[in-house]
């Protein structure tokens, strides 16, 4: 069976951008377990020439709509949940240093 | 309570609903924020008194946008966020009528099947309150069992709506994928997410899916099959009606009480003159429902709260530069049980995994669906019991560590969201003073046929419109 160490679990918790703590961690890997059991079951299921299925149905509803301006948000609606705001723009700590 | 129930005041509506709700927050904790109804009720009164939902209190689960009304998703990351627009489906109640009333808890994000991983703590169920409700719709399900309100809205990834309807007794219906759109819910996974309702009785669950079904261009998935007047045709005769009874699931039950109830209900059935017969599925291909919808669903999950970091909206913690912002924010922001999730979907999604789990998982709910697709063609609907044990205590309950026990009864309502098929949920009885829930799946937007058996369920249960008292 697969083995989770600590440094991975960490990495794909960073690669995520969160933490997981030492505890976390080791729930997670006893829930791996179980996990990796389940996922193990889909190897009995024959999937030859089976296509993915994305979602439930292929009936097509998408359009390419006209070129028409229809619906924006203005700057104080798309500014209002903003933690930090300067000069109508969001404010975070210098990017480029 | 049932919609007939409400009059045409408005005002004396909402203060009804407001004050039950606020009386039964102590029992139920089912409330994340109640709702100032003020310039809501006086836009109502503008409108016509013959809407489907005039003057109708609802209560809707806390994913759902409310615009200038707080909705968190029962996530600390989101505990600061205030849309600026509503969802589709809270522009249709307010044009049919309807006065958003409160916003329910529910499992943080929609990730969870007991309602215990929410930020705002356990919802109770209105039956035993030491007992769960159900989740992720928790709330939703527990304020229309303790006759709070007549309708909740709230949505649907993995049986979200139907497993808490059972555990409280009432009625929850999710409808065929695309029927509702989901523009402005808060998703959970894309192509497993539904919006629906719960209800104290059949008919009610009908007119809200006439008001809330339809095609919005802002949802690319909702269809454009007409919508029927589902409250106006339901008709419960059930001669000659074809039911198969998914063996599978009822033979892997323990529960005497929920055995001996289901088969009675059979008989009645079969009574009104319904071809009841019992229908096998390969087991192996059951066993993985669990397993593909947690690879699928996961996945898509940690895609699509990549947005959720503090940075535009929700709650910031600080960091010396953008990168430990959104570390720090989604750290605190988000609970270890949802990260853990996270972590599951970023690893199925790893290169190297994509071909054996996330593909494969894709590729088994084809054949999953396909065989699902084989049983409904020669019926009307799918019945089974909605869980394999009345609401469950919190110790009793397995959902956050992914049980490798009741793969198949725990979870067969998964068949509605992998499918897209609808499916609702009934009240059938109760054990020991708990309810018993079944569920029913029906054709795609085979909804009135649905609806109609459903309705004969209730007619031989006697249970429209139960509600339990919970400030006696």
Not at chain 2, 42 to 48: C, F, N, Q, R, T
Not at chain 2, 109 to 131: I, Q
Not at chain 2, 156 to 183: E, H, L, N
Request: net charge negative.
């Amino acid at each position: 069976m697969e083995k989770f160490e600590k440094g991975m679990l960490k990495k794909l918790a960073n690669d995520v951008m969160f933490d997981l703590n030492d505890q976390e961690i080791s729930e997670l890997q006893e829930e791996l377990e179980i996990y990796v059991r389940q996922m193990d079951l889909l190897n009995r299921i024959d999937t030859e020439n089976v296509e993915e299925m994305v979602y439930p149905f292929e009936t097509p509803t998408t359009f390419i709509r006209d070129d028409e301006h229809e619906y924006a948000l203005n700057a104080a609606d798309a500014l209002a949940n903003a933690p930090r705001v300067a000069a109508n723009h969001i404010v975070v700590p210098k990017v480029v240093k | 309570m049932k919609l007939n129930d409400l009059g045409k005041n408005v005002e004396a509506n909402v203060e009804c609903v407001l004050s039950k709700a606020h009386a039964s927050q102590d029992k139920l904790n089912a409330v994340v924020t109640f709702v100032d109804c003020e310039k809501q009720i006086e836009e109502v009164k503008k409108l016509d008194q013959n809407l489907p939902l005039y003057g109708v209190p609802v209560a809707v689960k806390d994913n759902i946008s409310t615009k200038g009304i707080r909705t968190t998703a029962s996530s600390r990351i989101l505990d600061n966020y205030v849309p600026v627009f509503d969802a589709h489906v809270i522009a249709k109640l307010k044009a049919a009528g309807a006065v958003v009333a409160v916003k329910t808890s529910m499992d943080e994000l929609g990730m969870g099947g007991t309602n215990l991983n929410a930020y705002t703590g356990k919802v109770n169920n209105p039956y035993d309150f030491e007992r769960i409700s159900g989740g992720s719709s928790g709330g939703s399900a527990a304020l229309t069992a303790a006759g709070v309100v007549a309708l909740a809205l709230g949505t649907d990834t993995g049986d979200s709506i139907r497993k808490p309807a059972a555990y409280c007794g009432v009625v929850g219906f999710k409808p065929t994928y695309g029927r509702i759109s989901r523009y402005g819910v808060i998703p959970y996974a894309s192509s497993l997410d539904h919006v629906g309702c719960f209800t104290s009785c059949v008919k009610d669950a009908a007119v809200a899916l006439e008001v809330l079904a339809g095609r919005d261009d802002r949802d690319m998935t909702s269809s454009y099959e007409p919508v029927g007047h589902y409250a106006e045709a339901l008709n419960s005769d059930l001669k000659g009606k074809r039911i198969a009874v998914l063996a599978n699931v009822m033979d892997s039950i323990k529960d005497e009480a929920i055995l001996k109830n289901f088969d009675a209900l059979c008989e009645k059935l079969k009574a009104r003159g319904a071809i009841v017969e019992k229908v096998k599925m390969n087991d192996e291909l059951l066993e993985t429902l669990l397993p593909v919808y947690l690879i699928i669903a996961n996945a898509e999950a940690c895609a699509n709260h990549s947005n959720l970091d503090g940075v535009r909206f929700g709650m910031r913690e600080e960091g010396a530069d953008l990168e430990e912002i959104m570390i720090n924010s989604r750290t605190k922001g988000f609970s270890s049980a949802v990260r853990k999730r996270f972590v599951l979907g970023s690893w199925s999604l790893f290169v190297e995994n994509q071909e054996k789990l996330f593909r494969k998982a894709q590729k088994v709910r084809r054949v999953i669906v396909d065989a699902y697709a084989d049983v409904l063609k020669d019926y009307d609907a799918v019945l089974a019991s909605a869980a394999s044990t009345t609401a469950p205590k919190p110790d009793e309950s397995n959902d956050e560590k992914m049980s490798d026990t009741y793969l198949v009864a725990e979870n067969h309502m998964v068949l509605g969201n992998l499918s897209g098929y609808p499916s609702i949920t009934v009240p059938c009885g109760f054990a020991e003073g708990l309810p018993i829930g079944v569920n029913l799946t029906a054709k795609a937007f085979d909804e009135q046929n649905l609806l109609n058996i459903a309705k004969a369920i209730e007619e031989e249960t006697g249970l429209e419109g139960k509600t339990v008292e919970v400030n006696a």
